[in-house]
């Protein structure tokens, strides 16, 4: 009786080779590019056709809020449900899904005729977000294996991203003058088609290996989701509301309920959406400390700028907008000096002393903006240029100090840390403000003691905000002391070198 032959075997596929320059992953860089613009040009382009919005819909002023808070709410309250989800079933496929989603919500907009549809609208757009920006940044750093060519990549998303940050609200006005305010949402259709593109043809399939097949904490996700929906609900109803409001103080009591539960679910869950010991390994505990600083500076810093700008010195909204220029343009063109930087300093030591720019920038506009514009300049110019470089590689080493399985989930943390401590920022200037202030903020002529009351608040705010923010930024350090090297710095410097 003669023996079967074996059948055989399934060709082993050939091992991915990675790219040894950007040019080699230009399309997919161009796909991963556009996810990023579309989340940075977003807002900034809506924000001014609200009054156009609220004229054609009838919308009331808190119907208004919602268009961009809807947004905003389920964009950082679901990152981290949707990273730990990618991290199990597949980066790029939970990408391409949010992309078509983004897309569908977009195309939507030209059947919108009343305020809660478009708010409807845009919390499809936010859940849109939380699938696909954690993932641009998951799958830029997974992309390539030097840490030289993660932090270009990074940067050159990045740059995309905040150049739409800085063009939208003007091209919204252009287009405003020519079209419908529904043409400025119809915009992110061809985005999405151009990002799906780029992320099919330049990006291969998942890999098994760097996927995890842990069921998905439920519970956890649940209970994660209601913290940051809390916490960023909080702020807007502090400024909203005021400081003697029940509303916004109830928020916060959820929001600290929820994350004490969250973390007690974390720590006895056998298989956890957030491993609490992966987030205390130092390089992930510092980068994300220093992406919580800088938020919470940049964020505090531009909400009291703008006051100061137009409640305090009487300047015209254009006019304020054009005095934040300094930060607008160090964002857009600091791109280029990034990488010079890295490679002179080192990745630890840039995202330290990145961090350190930012906390001296709050400092400087804290303690001397009642001297003149070229102060808030300054301040604004250093705080931008900290933020530039601590946004790309504070981010890299969070990446770096977690396993290939964990990469989305940590992408999420970073931008989960921005958009809680921006929220926090908000609240202590505007609980500041509520307290020391008597009187309408936004009514016209000040009296005197109104204007006393203003300076008095923007300082004990300003300094608030620097104390915090330096705490993190210190705390971030001695933990950056015990990391582990995964690197040579040498290896880093040459890789960036290239």
Request: charged residues 10%.
């Amino acid at each position: 009786m003669s023996t079967p032959l074996p059948e055989p075997a399934e060709p082993t596929p050939p091992p991915r080779i990675p790219p040894r320059s950007l040019r080699e992953a230009w399309v997919a860089l161009a796909g991963l590019s556009a996810v990023f613009l579309f989340e940075m040009l977003d807002n900034s382009i809506l924000n001014v056709a609200l009054p156009t919005i609220g004229r054609e819909l009838h919308a009331s002023t808190l119907a208004l809020q919602w268009v961009t808070g809807a947004y905003a709410v389920m964009f950082g309250g679901l990152m981290l449900a949707f990273g730990a989800i990618a991290d199990r079933f597949g980066r790029r496929r939970i990408m391409l899904i949010g992309l078509a989603l983004l897309g569908a919500a977009s195309l939507a907009t030209a059947f919108v005729t009343t305020a809660e549809q478009l708010i409807v609208v845009r919390a499809l757009m936010g859940v849109a977000a939380a699938m696909t920006t954690p993932g641009s940044m998951a799958l830029a750093f997974r992309l390539f294996e030097e840490d030289g060519l993660r932090v270009r990549a990074v940067t050159l998303i990045s740059t995309v991203g905040l150049v739409g940050l800085a063009i939208g609200p003007t091209s919204g006005g252009l287009v405003l003058t020519i079209a419908p305010w529904q043409v400025l949402l119809l915009i992110n259709v061809p985005i999405a088609v151009l990002a799906i593109v780029g992320v099919r043809a330049g990006i291969a399939r998942d890999d098994a290996a760097d996927l995890h097949r842990d069921p998905v904490d439920v519970p956890g996700a649940v209970l994660g989701t209601a913290t940051i929906v809390s916490a960023l609900v909080a702020p807007t109803l502090f400024v909203d509301e005021g400081a003697g409001s029940w509303q916004p103080w109830t928020a916060t009591a959820a929001a600290a309920v929820a994350a004490v539960l969250f973390v007690l679910r974390e720590l006895s869950a056998r298989h956890p959406l957030l491993d609490l010991e992966l987030v205390a390994r130092p390089l992930v505990a510092s980068g994300l400390a220093y992406k919580a600083a800088a938020g919470l500076a940049t964020t505090g810093l531009g909400y009291l700028v703008t006051l100061q700008l137009q409640l305090d010195w009487g300047w015209s909204p254009a006019h304020a907008a054009l005095g934040m220029l300094p930060q607008v343009v160090v964002l857009v063109a600091g791109g280029v000096f990034v990488n010079p930087f890295v490679q002179r300093v080192g990745l630890d030591r840039a995202a330290w002393l990145s961090a350190a720019a930012v906390v001296c920038g709050l400092a400087v506009y804290s303690l001397l903006n009642g001297f003149g514009y070229v102060w808030v300049a300054i301040a604004l110019a250093l705080v931008a240029a900290g933020m530039r470089v601590v946004g790309v590689v504070a981010g890299v080493n969070v990446l770096r100090g977690l396993p290939k399985d964990r990469t989305t989930i940590g992408a999420a943390l970073t931008d989960t840390a921005t958009e809680v401590t921006s929220g926090i920022g908000i609240a202590v200037t505007g609980t500041v403000l509520a307290t020391l202030f008597t009187g309408t903020i936004a009514a016209p002529d000040w009296s005197p003691r109104q204007t006393a009351q203003f300076h008095q608040a923007v300082t004990v705010a300003g300094l608030t905000l620097t104390v915090l923010a330096a705490a993190l930024v210190g705390w971030a350090v001695l933990r950056t002391r015990t990391a582990e090297r995964t690197r040579p710095s040498a290896a880093v410097a040459d890789a960036l070198g290239r």
